[in-house]
């Protein structure tokens, strides 16, 4: 097996919790990319209609016209300047391959360095090694009094070098639902300021599920020209498996992708391209009772977040209030865990183990979001995913009852780590 990939035969966090939630019947809080609703139908008619109208055949390598022209049109409004169409988008097989496509035209192995904030989606360090670059991991610091993560700009200072060729932001954050401030972003970008070979990789694909202000980096002084924005139709219309992601950057950076992707998938399914072009035409305006789809999306999801907040809260569990995204962090260090679960294993697995197997609900362990050098980190919180209809989150609820939660002090990881802090 080659080098670049190296360790990808071991299981991961999903090869062992995704059949244990089927072996044991359990409501899966967690994977998130599996929204229980049905995608709206006049979306799907649109895919029917594009099949129909006979969009069949191969798409322009570097996006479907029609949909680079409707992306262009809305980062012009959403990044505040003029998008061109044809130099600016990249389209590829998902927001995951884009950024695959992004960092192997961004990175020279076997020195380049990716600066990546923890705890991160897994799937990061996986391309980064793939793209034969080195991962670089700097903890967001968990703070205990706000419940909240919190970018340690000096850390991120101090870990680049003038190896680092790119830093990857994920706002909303999956996995702890942050949003970073504007103070966090300038804060980055005045640290990319300072290493004019840096490339920012801005994975923002769960832009419709801010709850919050949401500012984006690119809209930094000088920033846009250092970045690449990148996201998807996926988790905003509830349609993982099409796999139409995109690029908004400029036209040197956006080229590298478009090189990439003529040896890696050539062509996006054509249909599904028009079919997303006339989705996001749809959704800027009143739908039901919104003003937007867009505004539905991400009222069903912060509805969906304070229904499962509310059953933590009233189990006297602590929870990490996400700012957007599809995803809950919630502290378990005060939850009572038979031993036989605890022999060998960190308490998240534990725990996580023990709700699917005892009560019926899945949950990710935290540490599987951290390098080895950061899992203790994770050991005390489990992640939920709460994009499910509240008919499945109120069955949680239910199951969830019989916890036993304890008054023990929590063995959060020594202070003395400077990772966590009062």
């Given amino acids: 097996m080659g080098d670049r990939l190296r360790g990808f035969d071991q299981p991961t966090v999903w090869h062992e919790f995704t059949p244990l939630a089927l072996q044991h019947g359990a409501i899966n809080l967690g994977q998130g990319r ?18 129909f109208e006979d969009y069949n055949q191969y798409a322009r390598p570097q996006g479907h016209l029609r949909l680079v022209r409707v992306l262009a049109e809305r980062y012009s409004i959403q990044l505040g300047r003029r998008i061109e169409a044809t130099t600016d988008v990249a389209i590829g097989v998902g927001a995951t391959e884009v950024m695959y496509s992004a960092l192997m035209g961004l990175l020279s192995p076997p020195l380049d360095e990716v600066v990546i904030l923890e705890p ?18 700097v903890p967001l610091r968990f703070n205990v009094d706000t419940s909240q993560f919190d970018l340690d700009g000096d850390a991120v200072e101090a870990a680049f070098t003038a190896r680092t060729r790119v830093l990857i932001i994920n706002s909303p954050h999956n996995p702890t639902g942050k949003i970073f ?69 400029p036209p040197g950076l956006v080229q590298r992708i ?19 072009a006339a989705m996001l035409e749809i959704a800027p305006v009143p739908f039901k009772e919104f003003d937007s789809y867009f505004a539905s999306v ?10 499962l907040v509310a059953a933590f809260d009233a189990l006297g569990l602590q929870v990490v209030l996400p700012q957007g995204g599809a995803f809950l962090f919630v502290d378990i260090s005060h939850v009572e865990i038979p031993k036989k679960y605890l022999v060998g294993a960190s308490r998240d697995y534990a725990f996580c183990r023990y709700l699917t197997v ?49 008054r023990e002090t929590p063995p959060h990881p020594p202070s003395k780590d400077g990772l966590n802090y009062r």
């Avoid at 990061?124 to 670089?136: D, E, I, L, P, R």
């Avoid at 984006?216 to 139709?233: G, Y």
């Avoid at 919180?381 to 939660?405: H, M, N």
């Fill in 34 to 51: 599996f929204p229980d609703w049905p995608v709206e139908t006049v979306f799907k008619e649109k895919a029917r209609d594009a099949v």
């Fill in 120 to 137: 991160a989606f897994d799937i990061y360090a996986a391309q980064v090694q793939m793209a034969g670059g080195k991962s670089t991991f």
């Fill in 181 to 249: 401030s504007r103070p966090e972003l300038e804060r980055l970008a005045a640290i990319v300021d300072k290493f004019p070979n840096v490339v920012v990789l801005c994975d923002d694909v769960y832009e419709h599920m801010a709850f919050t202000s949401y500012p984006r980096f690119a809209t930094l002084p000088r920033m846009f020209e250092r970045s690449l924005t990148i996201s998807s139709a996926g988790k905003t219309f509830s349609v993982t498996g099409w796999k139409i992601g995109w690029a908004v950057g």
């Fill in 258 to 276: 478009h090189l990439a992707n003529n040896w890696i998938q050539f062509s996006v399914a054509t249909p599904l391209q028009e079919a997303v």
């Fill in 298 to 307: 991400a009222a069903r999801h912060e509805a969906a977040r304070d229904r």
């Fill in 358 to 406: 005892e009560k019926g609900v899945t949950a990710i362990p935290v540490s599987a979001f951290y390098c080895e050098e950061h899992k203790t980190l994770g050991h005390n919180f489990a992640r939920f995913a709460y994009c499910k209809k509240l008919e499945t989150l109120d069955a949680a609820i239910g199951r969830l009852q019989s916890l036993v939660v304890t």
